[in-house]
Structures are given as structure tokens and as C-alpha cells.
């Protein structure tokens, strides 16, 4: 009896430390992230709102402004938008 009791400790005290050890992780990341997106050097996509690298590879220029995406679906999602503004514009001129 007390053997099964030793292994059912272990087996918990295993689980914890695992499991709290990706907590840790999470948390480090989140705050790396923070550090990241304070100092510049992270940027929100335009379309779905994820922090990418500023200068990550997934990037285009519109007028002045430099977007830079997570995915080519978000960009090219952003630039049906940009399509779809244009006759509008063309006619406001």
C-alpha cells in the first residue's frame, strides 16, 4: 500500500514539474514579446492582429507605409482590401 502511495507521489510530482515548467516558458515568451514590441522591433499585422518581426520576410510597401505580415494569406487578404479601396478613391478624385 504505501508503495503505490510512493509511486502515485511521483508520478504526481513529475506531472507537476512539467507542467509548471511550460508555464515558466510561457511566461518568458510573453514577456520577451512585450520587450520586443516596446523597443520596435515587433509590429501588429494589419489583418489578423499577430505581432510579427518587423523586418520578417512577408512584407510590402503601401505609399510610405511598410506592412509586415505573419502569413501570405494576411497579405494578400490586405491587399484584396487595398483593390477593393481603390475605385472608391478614383472616384472621391
Known amino acids: 500500500m504505501i508503495r503505490w502511495l510512493i509511486i502515485a ?7 507537476k514539474l512539467f507542467t509548471g515548467d511550460k508555464k515558466v516558458k510561457e511566461a ?7 520587450k520586443l514590441v516596446a523597443s520596435g522591433e515587433m509590429v501588429k499585422d494589419p489583418v489578423c ?3 510579427v518581426e518587423k523586418d520578417g520576410p512577408i512584407r510590402i510597401r503601401s505609399g510610405e507605409t511598410v506592412h509586415s505580415f505573419c502569413s501570405y494569406e494576411c ?4 491587399l ?3 483593390e477593393a479601396s481603390k475605385p472608391d478613391q478614383e472616384k472621391a478624385e
Open 49 to 51: 492582429g499577430t505581432f
Open 9 to 15: 507521489l511521483a508520478i504526481f510530482l513529475l506531472f
Open 75 to 78: 497579405r494578400d487578404k490586405f
Open 80 to 82: 484584396k482590401q487595398l
Open 28 to 34: 518568458k515568451g510573453k514577456k520577451q514579446e512585450e
